[in-house]
């Protein structure tokens, strides 16, 4: 199939790709809003370093940055922050279940990754509750800022200070609504595309339409086919007769001989036929 083909024979069979978009479509939002809408309370730490070397400088600013991210993430983190803040208004009811489960919801809860030159920190805290967030981000800021140590084991050589306290999203921020829309929009496309392309005849527009495509080609095969034959035949023939595109079928017999007329001077007909020599006129 062609590439001028498949594009009308997508033009052909667009309630099909539609039809599959508007699926995909409709399955992405529903796994979308069938999550818990989650606002976001962001925040950068910088790092200070205070060594004098400048080559074992860069080297324990990455170090500080990498262990403080992965400690973050751990059970012995999430439980020296539940015991250290108590009264400061976080219900931590929210971190429900066994000691398993608690942690997997504060992995979900809690986004740490350091900068591209390992100069700051930065922090978000997912939770549905805007205010449960942004108290959340605080509790975890000052647990870094104060107690980094007990990760890093540098001493007093690194520092850490909060230069962008808690700043609360808006609007939801998870999941991310206009990303997943938009991918859910687009693998509809695709996967429409994809079908008509593998599956052309699968509807009776798309058999149809197939049908008279190759309909067509088959009928100016056949006509230059008889062309050829007859003038290898040392018959006299005018150009050939090319057929109107897509006739529908039983119209016209293929093996029925074209008769052309016209009228001399006396008034009297002589034929001209493709499939017979060609006679002067008597």
Not at 173 to 187: E, F, Q, S, T, V
């Amino acid at each position: 199939m062609s590439f001028q083909e498949f594009l009308n024979l997508v033009n052909y069979r667009k309630k099909t790709v539609i039809l599959i978009t508007v699926v995909i479509l409709i399955v992405a939002s529903l796994i979308t809003f069938l999550q818990p809408l989650k606002y976001s309370a962001h925040s950068r730490i910088l790092i200070i370093n205070y060594d004098t070397n400048t080559y074992t400088l860069t080297q324990s600013s990455e170090y500080v940055a990498n262990i403080l991210t992965q400690a973050a993430y751990s059970d012995y983190f999430y439980q020296s922050l539940k015991n250290s803040y108590t009264d400061n208004g976080i219900d931590w009811s929210y971190f429900h279940g066994d000691d398993q489960k608690q942690l997997n919801i504060w992995e979900n809860t809690i986004e740490i990754k350091p900068s591209v030159d390992n100069e700051f920190i930065q922090v978000t805290i997912y939770h549905p509750n805007k205010d449960q967030a942004k108290k959340i981000a605080w509790a975890v800021n000052d647990t870094l800022v104060n107690k980094n140590q007990l990760y890093h084991g540098l001493g007093d050589r690194i520092k850490l200070k909060v230069i962008d306290n808690s700043l609360t999203s808006n609007f939801p921020a998870k999941p991310n609504i206009p990303l997943n829309l938009g991918l859910g929009l687009i693998l509809g496309l695709v996967l429409g595309l994809i079908y008509v392309y593998i599956f052309p005849e699968k509807s009776f527009f798309g058999q149809r339409f197939y049908n008279k495509i190759h309909k067509q080609d088959q009928q100016l095969e056949l006509v230059d086919q008889n062309y050829e034959n007859n003038l290898s035949a040392g018959y006299q023939l005018d150009e050939p007769i090319i057929p109107e595109p897509l006739i529908e079928e039983n119209t016209v017999a293929q093996n029925q001989p074209i008769i052309e007329k016209d009228n001399t001077a006396d008034n009297s007909a002589t034929e001209h036929r493709f499939y017979e020599p060609y006679e002067e006129n008597k």
